[in-house]
């Protein structure tokens, strides 16, 4: 039950160490630390030359974004399960033991989280009631908003196998994308005690860095309908959901006077129920033209 645990980081000399010195922290040893430095600028050479051997980095030349840094951490991961976890946040003493012993318990299961301790801006802060987390079948409710965490997350490294790694072309709600990959086959189940504290409000946090985050979201979910043999229900739901985001994003882009971007948006539901194929080059050549040219 030995674990790979990645950390990305970029520009994060001021918070890596407390994540990497909260896993020494843990109650179980059996553990590699990989950190995946992509193409930082700041301190955090110096900050990881402080752990010496303990931890294992690996440097981007320049900054590629955290998909390709946490798929590379994956591709050089020696062990069978990997736990994720994001340069600010930190993990409590129990946390891989939990998760250890879960999957010792369940030997069928694939992956698994646990909750989370907020903080934002250096204050607590309780979820919403959309942000809570379910267990087990969490699809549908995953296709509104992202309810998987990846500080939170341990899971099979051979799951990579079959759903694909981190698609590398998106800039954000990268994660979003993986979980409905994985939620769409199998069960993601929870382990109901805080044992992440995930911090926010920073200014660096890509979050904060990129408009019309749902755009990205509607990506995953043509990508999703395209690539997925979904069963009739949860094709529908990726249906429905499909159609509300883009009503939301269309309708807004038209407000803005992007006439052609909100009426491509519109049209998107009714182009992907015919045949997703075609609409989905549009709209990858639409978000990334740099891909396709």
């Known amino acids: 039950m030995k674990v790979s645990v990645i950390i990305p980081t970029y520009n994060r000399g001021w918070c890596i ?23 930082s600028k700041d301190n955090t050479k110096d900050v990881l030359s402080l752990f010496g051997e303990r931890i294992r980095v690996i440097r981007n030349s320049e900054n590629k974004g955290v998909s390709y840094s946490r798929n590379i951490g994956i591709k050089n991961a020696k062990y069978p399960f ?37 903080i934002r801006k250096g204050k607590r802060v309780n979820p919403k009631k959309r942000h809570l ?26 799951l990579f196998d079959e759903v694909g790694l981190f698609d590398e072309d998106l800039p954000v709600c990268e994660d979003y994308d993986m979980w409905l990959r994985i939620s769409c086959r199998y069960h993601v189940y929870l382990i109901d ?4 504290v995930k911090t926010g409000g920073h200014s660096d946090q890509l979050s904060s860095k990129y408009w019309g985050m749902d755009r990205f979201r509607i990506y995953s979910l043509v990508k999703l309908i395209k690539n997925e043999a979904l069963s009739e229900e949860k094709y529908e739901a990726a249906i429905e959901e499909l159609s509300y985001k883009c009503r939301i994003y269309g309708n807004g882009c038209i407000k803005r006077g992007r006439l052609q971007e909100g009426n491509f948006f519109l049209n998107l539901p009714d182009r992907v129920r015919k045949d997703p194929a075609t609409p989905f080059l549009e709209l990858r050549h639409l978000l990334f033209p740099q891909v396709l040219s």
């Open 17 to 39: 160490g407390r994540a990497i010195s909260s896993i020494f922290y843990q109650q179980c040893e059996d553990y590699e630390i990989i950190v995946v430095d992509d193409g």
């Open 82 to 118: 990997i736990a994720f976890l994001d340069s600010d946040d930190y993990w409590l003493p129990k946390k891989l033991l939990y998760q250890i012993q879960f999957f010792k318990e369940n030997t069928d299961a694939k992956i698994c989280q646990t909750q989370e301790v907020w």
């Open 133 to 158: 987390k379910p267990s087990g079948d969490i699809f549908k409710p995953s296709l509104r908003l992202c309810l998987v965490s990846p500080s939170a997350v341990m899971l099979k490294k051979s």
């Open 193 to 196: 005690k805080p044992l992440v």
